[in-house]
């Protein structure tokens, strides 16, 4: 009888442990790359974001790939991001949203650059540091978004960029 009691009790609590986390639907998405600072630099973009029901929020893990070509020199760099957006306004389709996010790539900065900062951590081959990011993304149909986003990163202007491609969304 004990052991019964015990497990009704953790199927009527399953429930409602579920009900606790917000549905939403989970994007899948590419895109292209364009370094705002320095022309040789592009790259691609891969993505997954989770969107809350509403659409008020949106987590993002974003994996940037950059290929630098200059005349004689060639380097592949990496970039990984988590972001936080949060929707800031719809009109005519278009969805705004702005957001914070956490960034760690394996640039080699330039510490004495003019248009490097001071705000982001070394920590071995890698940085780390902060990002502010807008967002806009017009529905094609029911699934698939197009969008448009602009990355200001604490590293300084010739880091920033700018990421356009499709997603995908599934709902869960």
Request: with cysteine; charged share 25%.
């Given at each position: 009888?004990?052991?019964?009691?015990?497990?009704?009790?953790?199927?009527?609590?399953?429930?409602?442990l579920y009900g606790q986390f917000d549905r939403g639907t989970i994007d899948f998405g590419m895109g292209a790359v364009i370094s705002v600072g320095l022309?040789?630099?592009?790259?691609?973009?891969?993505?997954?974001?989770?969107?809350?029901?509403?659409?008020?929020y949106r987590y993002l893990i974003a994996y940037n790939r950059y290929f630098i070509s200059e005349t004689q020199n060639r380097e592949i760099l990496s970039e990984l991001d988590a972001s936080f957006m949060i929707k800031a306004i719809t009109y005519l389709g278009i969805k705004l949203d702005a957001g914070v996010g956490y960034i760690i790539n394996d640039y080699r900065?330039?510490?004495n650059a003019r248009d490097t900062s001071n705000l982001f951590i070394t920590s071995g081959r890698y940085n780390h540091g902060l990002q502010l990011k807008m967002r806009g993304a017009y529905q094609l149909f029911l699934p698939v978004d197009v969008f448009l986003e602009l990355?200001?990163?604490?590293?300084?202007?010739?880091?920033?960029?700018?990421?356009f491609g499709v997603t995908y969304s599934i709902g869960i």
């Open positions: 009888m004990n052991q019964f009691f015990k497990i009704l009790c953790l199927l009527s609590i399953a429930p409602s022309q040789e630099e592009i790259g691609f973009d891969a993505r997954i974001q989770f969107t809350t029901l509403t659409e008020k900065l330039l510490k990355n200001l990163k604490s590293y300084g202007r010739r880091y920033d960029t700018i990421v």
